[in-house]
């Protein structure tokens, strides 16, 4: 069964047949990025543009891999050094781009909703790679793989995603994707980080890290969005580590097989510990080899839509 949508714009109403089966395939790229030779020539002749507005170090570099090793041909724009500072409008910069006969785009941009916008524009295969607080959709399925592969199974897990909650865009897209595909997903951070009636996408809410730790299979532990003047919302980053942060001590006072998730960029004794963050319990790095081959799965399923 092919994809039900020719774009990936964020999890929010992506049928679990969907999720289920960009996660098989990503098993199957998983297996070529083991291969001495890590290409195939699945989408020879495909060209695809990264679309960059916004900084990036893992998802940017994982979608031109991911398509490296798909042998399609990608075309990297960054906002700095491009014609935006000579005033050219993004619809502008977009149809100039898409003049040049791209097949896909995949868009980092600070504004929630400019994935949608380009859908309008272009006759492209849009993907989300990050739109403001709104959605990550590749950085959830990838969680989602990583804890498939730590623990054999999403349905029935007990997942807590803790930390800034309201500046995150990782957030919403692993509650809609981890939800769909039948975990019990709850949040924990401070009242001024987690958004009034969240619950009504079906979580649950809890300020207490060790109730987190107690009640859950696996933390997905998110940065403080400095940048989106989180800071803001609490007294000092000091405390936040004090009152939230994943360290070994508190960890190992419930002694359990908790897995640990952070999609990065890590704070190192803010969120998370450095003794965590390079531990037992983490599957950090996991997640980041894991991303390659759901952005190869992503990738593969537009590319070869009808
Ligand atoms: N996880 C993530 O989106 O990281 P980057 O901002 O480095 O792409």
Not at 55 to 63: M, N, V, W
Not at 119 to 128: E, G
Not at 135 to 154: N, V
Not at 283 to 306: H, S
């Amino acid at each position: 069964m092919p994809l039900s949508s020719r774009h990936l714009l964020g999890l929010h109403g992506v049928p679990r047949e969907d999720i289920q089966l960009i996660l098989d395939t990503a098993t199957t790229f998983r297996e070529v990025l083991e291969r001495p030779i890590k290409k195939v020539p699945t989408l020879q002749g495909k060209t695809i543009v990264n679309l960059f507005y916004e900084s990036s170090t893992r998802t940017r570099i994982s979608f031109e891999l991911a398509q490296k090793r798909l042998s399609a041909d990608a075309i990297n724009f960054s906002k700095s050094g491009s014609s935006t500072s000579k005033g050219e409008t993004f619809k502008d910069t977009v149809k100039n781009i898409e003049a040049m006969k791209v097949d896909m785009i995949i868009v980092r941009h600070e504004s929630a909703g400019v994935p949608q916008f380009l859908t309008r524009i272009s006759n492209a295969n849009i993907i989300n790679a990050g739109d403001g607080r709104h959605e990550h959709p590749t950085q959830a399925l990838l969680d989602m793989y990583s804890i498939k592969e730590r623990l054999g199974k999403i349905e029935g897990l007990k997942v807590c995603i803790v930390g800034d909650i309201a500046h995150s865009r990782v957030a919403l897209s692993n509650i809609h994707g981890l939800k769909s595909m039948g975990a019990e997903v709850s949040l924990c951070g401070p009242k001024t980080m987690i958004p009034k009636g969240i619950e009504s996408l079906g979580v649950k809410v809890t300020h207490n890290i060790n109730e987190a730790i107690a009640n859950n299979d696996v933390l997905n532990v998110l940065r403080i969005q400095l940048e989106r003047k989180a800071g803001s919302t609490i007294p000092s980053l000091r405390e936040y580590h004090n009152y939230f942060g994943i360290t070994a001590e508190r960890l190992e006072k419930f002694n359990k097989d908790i897995v640990i998730l952070h999609p990065g960029p890590i704070n190192r004794g803010v969120e998370i510990s450095s003794e965590v963050a390079d531990g037992p319990y983490q599957i950090i790095l996991d997640q980041v080899t894991n991303g390659v081959a759901v952005r190869m799965a992503v990738l593969y399923l537009l590319g070869t839509k009808n």
